[in-house]
């Protein structure tokens, strides 16, 4: 079973830039789409971005297009989150997944059911 360890997460001010990696161990990584999902206090956990496993298929979710890159760099099994322009509405527990494909839609990209395994998290605080 893959396992995922966020880090990059911290403390940044509005207008801010934040690089998150996912380090995922295991065979499957090149194999398979990833996603980056993230949960603020009292909130449902929500969709972020993610890629699918040869990188042809990227998809965002509105809030966070044009400001937010994902990557993956399969040689060193590790997914990126690029955050630019940060706002104060962005802080929250960001979690990178594994999903159960290598492609999918983008309505089955967004759901955290297509996920079979998820990191711990790391938070991501943006003061205003």
């Known amino acids: 079973q893959v396992q995922l360890v966020e880090s990059g997460g911290g403390l940044v001010q509005a207008g801010g830039s934040l690089r998150l990696s996912c380090a995922a161990s295991g065979r499957t990584f090149s194999s398979n789409a990833m996603g980056w999902f993230r949960q603020a206090p009292g909130k449902e956990r929500e969709f972020v971005a993610s890629i699918t496993w040869n990188g042809r298929n990227i998809y965002y979710a509105d809030t966070v297009k044009g400001r937010f890159t994902i990557s993956k760099d399969n040689a060193k099994n590790t997914l990126y989150l690029q955050m630019n322009s940060l706002k104060p509405e962005d802080t929250a527990v960001y979690y990178c997944?594994?999903?159960?494909?290598?492609?999918?839609?983008?309505?089955?990209?967004?759901?955290?059911?297509?996920?079979?395994?998820w990191g711990q998290g790391t938070q991501v605080t943006v003061s205003s």
């Open positions: 997944a594994k999903a159960a494909y290598s492609d999918y839609t983008l309505s089955l990209a967004k759901s955290v059911k297509a996920y079979d395994s």
